[in-house]
């Protein structure tokens, strides 16, 4: 069973060991530097959401929620609205159906409104992870045409 848990003092060290695979690691920020990017976002005036991803006992993966501002580039879409700005299942876990679950259950988790009303969720992605596009349109996702940061395409889905 997949959950979404609270970063604590006891579970951080474990979560900055997760990594993607090498040639993964252009398309996601480390975990540390996600968590780094909460605590100035929340100082900021945003509003971050970080969860361990755990199936069952064991920790999988990592994801960045934010609410409304991002601290970067956004699009037209971000105000009053979700976007998973941070989503990873470590490189040992991957290919074993996580990266769905764990989408479910954020999706799930989103549609509770945890820190506002809103219609979307967004996501960026890098034009080359054809994995992270493919996940995501299989939940409902589709493509803006938008394109922020340079190089991220941005898909969104109503909630």
């Given at each position: 069973?997949?959950?979404?848990?609270?970063?604590?003092?006891?579970?951080?060290?474990?979560?900055?060991?997760l990594?993607?695979?090498?040639?993964?690691?252009r398309?996601?920020?480390?975990?540390?530097?996600?968590?780094?990017?909460?605590?100035?976002?929340?100082?900021n005036?945003?509003?971050?959401?970080?969860?361990?991803?755990?199936?069952n006992?064991?920790?999988?993966?990592?994801?960045?929620?934010?609410?409304?501002?991002?601290?970067?580039?956004?699009p037209?879409i971000?105000?009053?609205?979700?976007?998973?700005l941070?989503?990873?299942?470590?490189?040992q876990?991957?290919?074993?159906?996580?990266?769905?679950?764990?989408?479910?259950?954020?999706?799930?988790?989103?549609?509770?409104?945890?820190?506002?009303?809103?219609?979307?969720?967004?996501i960026?992605?890098?034009?080359?992870?054809?994995v992270a596009?493919k996940?995501?349109?299989?939940?409902?996702?589709?493509?803006?045409?938008?394109?922020?940061?340079?190089?991220?395409?941005?898909?969104?889905?109503?909630?």
């Amino acid at each position: 069973m997949i959950s979404l848990r609270k970063i604590t003092l006891e579970n951080r060290r474990e979560l900055f060991k997760l990594k993607v695979a090498d040639y993964q690691s252009r398309f996601v920020a480390t975990n540390l530097s996600s968590i780094a990017s909460c605590y100035i976002l929340d100082s900021n005036g945003g509003c971050p959401l970080p969860f361990a991803i755990y199936a069952n006992e064991e920790m999988v993966g990592f994801v960045m929620i934010v609410y409304g501002i991002t601290g970067y580039e956004v699009p037209n879409i971000a105000n009053n609205n979700y976007c998973i700005l941070r989503f990873m299942i470590s490189e040992q876990y991957q290919k074993q159906g996580y990266g769905k679950k764990a989408m479910r259950k954020i999706l799930e988790h989103l549609r509770t409104f945890p820190a506002g009303h809103a219609q979307y969720c967004w996501i960026p992605y890098v034009d080359e992870n054809i994995v992270a596009k493919k996940l995501y349109e299989s939940f409902g996702f589709c493509d803006t045409g938008e394109v922020i940061n340079d190089n991220e395409h941005v898909t969104v889905l109503k909630l």
